[in-house]
């Protein structure tokens, strides 16, 4: 009988276990990757390069996204607004959504499944056809030159993406409101740049995206480099790395409001 | 300067805790072309990992141009390995980037040579392996035995003292076949290279090479030129050479009796 109930119990620690092992693993590789980043201030084409894969081949999935959202938070928060007789606030909410949250937010979560998966699958179908030992027997270091560029390139793009998320957004939002629905025009624009303060909403979303960059990034390129050189191992990695970077965002997300906005 | 390019003295080797090589000797001269065969799965490709010091030997060393690999640091290694070449056994090519980019790869990681040096020794390797015409073809355009020169284009780019061959005859036609081992040889010869050739193509290999060791389940079973490997009434090497399907090597992988596997021993 209690080896019946011991047996769960075991296979549940054995994957705590396993999971705080690869959250040290992982967070060993990105020291790592800090640590080689010497090749890419000596060669910045090779994170241009990335930039264009990561950040500017995301850009149309984030624009229309951003524009959807703000149009669907013009209608909502008109709804809303409206039975106070305050729609003149439109300006803020959507703006104030926006840049604190919906922006890095929704941003991110996009951005995992659109170039996170992407790098995943790249470093390791590179692995499974050993361009990866290839490079180590040519005497060239696979971090410093696969790895830390793609990181580099997905840190520089996140919060340019989640930037113009929210421009988009902000847009939509203001054709919904505005153009469409009728709010007054002067007073969208003006409600809104009296309440968006710069260091309490702008840079606050602005960190907020750096950090789900760097979140996400590092736990793309790990998937990849850690996963099994077999197609299965290959897939399983990618779905692995949309899966927990988007838990990994919404959780940092929760952490990082709560020390950014108290409520004061 | 010592004559052995390769010295390998009482190798073990265990991924975690499978011993997969045992009391390897091995030596191969400078100049020479060295051929290492065995069955898949004896150890071959893990013989070239610890060659070049991607693996740690378990026990014993081996020593490439009297430096111990195993023994050596981070930037001590990688110093070594550009002078080595591998060639893995799907050419390993790097699929974002062309032919013309693929060979001038190391050449542009590791030297500040100006953009038309590389040019001419670029043309210069594809020239060598016959592939000048396909330099602005991507590798996912080439055909296998095409990806293979391609990366021996790439390994020979800086002018390596040893190339290691992963397999480089399997899976080619006979004609890509016979290409291939002409031109192992032809490079060793005129590059002035030592070359180890792991494969388990005996009837190419034979052609061309100087010396051959057979392994088996990790441990060396025979040894000698392709005139005494020929000659050889050893049964292993017998079957290996005539390539006869039951041998010292059972073509059974080992499985309970088949016959009380099918429920028929009850019957
Ligand atoms: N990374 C690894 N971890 C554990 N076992 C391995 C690993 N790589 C290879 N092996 C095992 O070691 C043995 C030798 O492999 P390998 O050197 O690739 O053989 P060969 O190249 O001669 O076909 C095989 O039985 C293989 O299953
Ligand atoms: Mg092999």
Redesign the interface.
């Known amino acids: 009988m209690p080896e019946t109930l011991l047996a769960p119990l075991r296979r549940l620690g054995g994957r705590v276990v396993h999971s705080v092992w690869r959250l040290g693993l992982a967070t060993r590789f990105f020291f790592l990757t800090l640590l080689y980043s010497g090749t890419c201030v000596r060669r910045p084409h090779l994170v241009v390069k990335e930039i264009f894969s990561a950040g500017v081949l995301s850009l149309i999935i984030i624009l229309v996204s951003g524009l959807f959202v703000g149009m669907v938070l013009g209608l909502q928060g008109y709804e809303t607004l409206q039975t106070y007789g305050s729609e003149e606030a439109l300006g803020i909410l959507v703006a104030l959504s926006l840049v604190r949250e919906l922006g890095p937010v929704v941003a991110a979560l996009l951005f995992a499944s659109r170039a996170g998966s992407a790098m995943t699958a790249e470093i390791g179908?590179?692995k499974a056809?050993?361009?990866i030992?290839?490079l180590?027997?040519?005497?060239?270091?696979p971090i410093a030159?696969v790895v830390a560029p793609r990181f580099w390139g997905g840190v520089i793009s996140m919060p340019l993406l989640a930037a113009l998320f929210s421009a988009m957004g902000i847009f939509g939002g203001y054709l919904v409101g505005v153009v469409l629905i009728g709010v007054d025009e002067g007073a969208f624009w003006s409600q809104m740049q009296a309440a968006v303060d710069f260091r309490d909403d702008i840079l606050n979303g602005v960190i907020k995206s750096v950090v789900f960059g760097v979140v996400v990034t590092v736990i793309a390129l790990y998937e990849g480099y850690d996963a099994p050189p077999t197609a299965e191992g290959v897939s399983r990695a990618t779905t692995r790395t949309v899966v927990s970077s988007s838990l990994a965002i919404l959780a940092w997300d929760f952490v990082l409001t709560s020390f950014m906005f108290r409520g004061v | 300067m010592s004559d052995n390019l390769v010295e390998i003295r009482d190798l073990s080797f265990a991924y975690t805790d499978r011993l997969v090589l045992q009391g390897i000797n091995l030596t191969a001269r400078r100049g020479q072309v060295v051929a290492i065969m065995g069955n898949s799965g004896c150890g071959k490709t893990t013989l070239m990992r610890l060659i070049g010091g991607q693996l740690k030997p378990t026990r014993g060393k081996v020593w490439v141009d009297g430096q111990s690999v195993g023994d050596l640091d981070f930037a001590g290694l990688y110093r070594l390995r550009r002078r080595m070449g591998m060639l893995f056994q799907f050419g390993a090519l790097f699929t974002d980037m062309s032919v013309y980019d693929n060979v001038a790869f190391q050449l542009r990681e590791h030297t500040d040579l100006p953009e038309e040096m590389i040019r001419d020794l670029v043309l210069m390797k594809l020239n060598a392996v016959g592939l000048r015409g396909a330099q602005d073809l991507m590798p996912s355009e080439l055909s296998g035995g095409m990806a293979r020169r391609v990366a021996l284009a790439r390994a020979i780019a800086l002018d390596p003292m040893l190339i290691m061959y992963d397999e480089p005859f399997a899976g080619l036609d006979p004609i890509s076949l016979g290409v291939a081992g002409d031109l192992i040889r032809r490079l060793t010869d005129t590059l002035g290279l030592t070359s180890l050739v792991v494969t388990h193509d005996v009837q190419e290999s034979l052609k061309i090479v100087d010396y051959v060791y057979f392994i088996s389940e990790g441990v060396i079973v025979a040894q000698g030129t392709p005139q005494d490997i020929r000659a050889s009434e050893l049964p292993y090497v017998h079957q290996f050479v005539h390539g006869e399907e039951d041998g010292p090597v059972p073509f059974h992988h080992p499985a309970p009796d088949y016959a009380e596997e099918l429920g028929l021993a009850h019957a």
């Not at chain 1, 180590?136 to 270091?141: G, H, R, S, T, Y």
């Open positions: 179908l590179m056809t050993e361009q030992s290839a180590e027997m040519m005497a060239v270091d030159r």
